[in-house]
């Protein structure tokens, strides 16, 4: 299989990224968004993730096949340590690790940023995600039932959370 390489995104990434994005928007519970992501939107993600919060690609032969962030959790100040992971594997390209070799690149940058803990939100059909987060020693905290209601169904959201045991960091 061609190599994957993994790097930080760049602002000529966005237009694939928001294409690996949109197909779950429009065919998968992956995501809650009903709507495709416009690029404007895709801009503002892009400038809310500078060092402390950085967006990387995957690339294989050249083209991006995946991408994954940390976000912050929450607007509050006191939620700083905690971050939220996002990844996403093109839709032609998944089951050869691409998910595993982001969620991998994610922790050890979250651990070098000094957070304390990560958090994923997964739709609770979304076995693939849960089973890579597991995977990687994230362990459901939470069940959240019927909060979501996308292609005439409910779902239920997970809460899965990676303790980074620092000792003080951000
Ligand atoms: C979840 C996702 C990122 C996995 O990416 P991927 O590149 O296909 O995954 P990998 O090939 O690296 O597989 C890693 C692990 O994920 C799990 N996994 C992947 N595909 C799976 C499937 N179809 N069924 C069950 N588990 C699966 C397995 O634990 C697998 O490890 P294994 O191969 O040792 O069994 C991908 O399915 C995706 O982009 N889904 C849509 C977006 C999403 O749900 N993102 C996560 C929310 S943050």
Do not use: C
Not at 36 to 41: C, D, F, G, I, K
Not at 48 to 67: N, R, S
Not at 118 to 140: C, K, N, T, W, Y
């Amino acid at each position: 299989m061609p190599a994957i390489s993994l790097r930080i995104a760049l602002a000529a990434d966005l237009p694939a990224i928001n294409s690996i994005y949109n197909h779950y928007v429009i065919h998968s519970t992956a995501t809650y968004q009903t709507e495709p992501a416009t690029v404007a939107e895709r801009e503002m993600w892009f400038a809310a993730h500078g060092p402390e919060h950085p967006a990387i690609v995957a690339e294989q032969e050249g083209e991006v096949v995946g991408w994954g962030s940390l976000s912050k959790f929450h607007a509050r100040a006191a939620y700083r340590p905690t971050v939220e992971n996002s990844i996403y594997v093109r839709h032609d390209a998944l089951a050869r690790g691409i998910g595993r070799r982001l969620l991998e690149d994610l922790i050890t940058r979250a651990q070098a940023l000094g957070y304390h803990s990560m958090l994923a939100l997964i739709s609770a059909d979304q076995e693939p995600s849960v089973r890579l987060h597991a995977a990687f020693g994230f362990a459901q905290v939470g069940l959240l039932r019927e909060v979501g209601r996308k292609f005439d169904r409910w779902l239920d959201v997970i809460y899965m959370q990676k303790m980074l045991l620092q000792r003080g960091g951000v």
